[in-house]
């Protein structure tokens, strides 16, 4: 079935009348036309399908809410088909399984957090798709609850405008589902992708900027986060807990901000972090470990780590890591710890890259004749007081620094040791890594 908006009806008329006027023509051009829809005919449309029916849009805006509780198909004209909400409310709800929404311009939510106010949402679906979609001018983009194999590729998601971050929505927000696939999609200009008691989902090449947290994973179970390109945000990827979570080949680049992290780890067991690039953070990885945690690892290997401020930033502890095979290059402070006197223990730490290592190779192994040991002197000053380092870099902290480290008067404080750190980096190139 092809509808029609009422924006196409207008067009439709003023053509049909200057048609109309010529005798010949009348009798046919009323065989020609399609049944013409008006406001609300969109609805109207899919209560009156058949289960599974294809509705084919044609190009206009349907200002209309749109209730969907039967499978279907409804396909629109790229970036020609609009279905625009009046700013109050969800603007799509799916309460069937077995529905395909595809190339359509969906906007116009409401502005109600406590609702969830969103362009699209679902509950208690299933094998529903939504594709080559762009969604605008919506508090909440996709919201994804309590639903099965649902797959989200190809759309272009924006928030409603807002200078302070916290006050947008989440792009696509997924709670309590399984089987749920994000991939090829563009998010810009919203608040965070978010993952919540979910599992088995894959979040695959996405491309996402101007955020607050590129990703946010909380108490999921078997995410596959793979080749996301991340910039601009306060967190790149921020994870809360969670179980069998894979973070690969993803790209999180300029999160400068005084608190800006690549990626952000806080508990949870089985985290496998390989092969990541994190550029230009402030802080490339923060762990936040607690001293109690049992049987819980974190696996963090084959990243490449270049150009932020901080690459290791601990919390709390330092214990439960295995770090290999990562390359270190240029960061300002490789390795921060914030609490003095922190548990440290059951980590396994070598074979990484570091440029500051300043040892030889006597053997040709490719591995250092000595350990790779990061102590601090006089950093402690404003490693474990946060007030202090407003005076970091500064001429007098440095010259005292140089003192401690010549003559100390007060022993360092030994962070991390690998024992076997390469001469070589593991990673490829930063051009070859960003391609």
């Known amino acids: 079935m092809t509808i029609r908006s009422a924006e196409s009806k207008t067009k439709w008329k003023a053509f049909g009348y200057k048609l109309l006027r010529t005798p010949v023509v009348r009798g046919a051009l009323f065989h020609c036309f399609s049944i013409l829809l008006t406001a609300g005919a969109l609805q109207e449309a899919i209560d009156s399908a058949a289960p599974g029916a294809t509705l084919k849009l044609s190009a206009g805006t349907f200002r209309e809410q749109v209730h969907i509780d039967k499978p279907l198909t409804i396909l629109g004209i790229p970036g020609r088909t609009v279905i625009e909400g009046p700013g109050k409310g969800t603007v799509v709800r799916i309460r069937a399984s077995h529905v395909r929404l595809e190339n359509l311009v969906i906007a116009g939510s409401g502005h109600r957090r406590d609702a969830l106010d969103a362009a699209i949402s679902m509950e208690g679906a299933s094998d529903v798709q939504i594709r080559g979609c762009r969604i605008e001018k919506s508090l909440f983009g996709i919201v994804v609850e309590m639903s099965r194999r649902v797959k989200l590729a190809r ?18 927000r997924i709670w309590g589902s399984r089987g749920v696939g994000v991939i090829d999609n563009t998010l810009s200009g919203g608040r965070d992708l978010s993952v919540s008691r979910s599992r088995d989902v894959q979040i695959e090449n996405n491309r996402i900027a101007e955020v607050r947290y590129g990703l946010l994973l909380s108490m999921d179970r078997n995410v596959s986060i793979v080749g996301n390109r991340i910039r601009r945000a306060y967190a790149g990827i921020f994870v809360q807990g969670g179980q069998d979570l894979n973070l690969t080949a993803n790209r999180i680049v300029a999160t400068r901000l005084a608190t800006g992290t690549g990626i952000l780890l806080q508990h949870g067991h089985g985290i496998h972090v390989t092969d990541n690039l994190l550029l230009g953070c402030a802080q490339a990885f923060y762990i936040d470990s607690s001293p109690v945690e049992i049987g819980l690892r974190r696996f963090i290997e084959r990243n490449l780590v270049i150009d932020n401020v901080t690459a290791l930033h601990f919390h709390a502890a330092i214990r439960n890591n295995r770090i290999r095979d990562n390359d270190f290059i240029g960061n300002l402070d490789d390795v921060v710890l914030d609490i003095p006197r922190a548990k440290r223990g059951d980590n396994e730490i070598a074979r990484n890259y570091w440029s500051r290592y300043e040892g030889f190779d006597r053997n040709g192994d ?70």
């Not at 759309?155 to 696509?172: Q, T």
């Not at 902290?397 to 390469?422: N, Y």
């Open 366 to 435: 490719g591995l250092g004749d000595t350990p790779y040991r990061v102590l601090i002197y006089a950093d402690k000053l404003w490693q474990y007081d946060h007030r202090l380092r407003f005076f970091y870099a500064t001429p007098l902290l440095s010259l005292l620094d140089f003192i401690e480290r010549i003559a100390p008067f007060s022993a360092p404080d030994l962070l991390l040791t690998d024992p076997e750190p390469r001469m070589a980096r593991v990673t490829p190139r930063i051009s070859e890594a960003t391609e």
């Open 155 to 172: 759309n272009r998601l924006r928030s409603y405008p807002e200078k302070v971050v916290d006050n947008r929505g989440d792009f696509i």
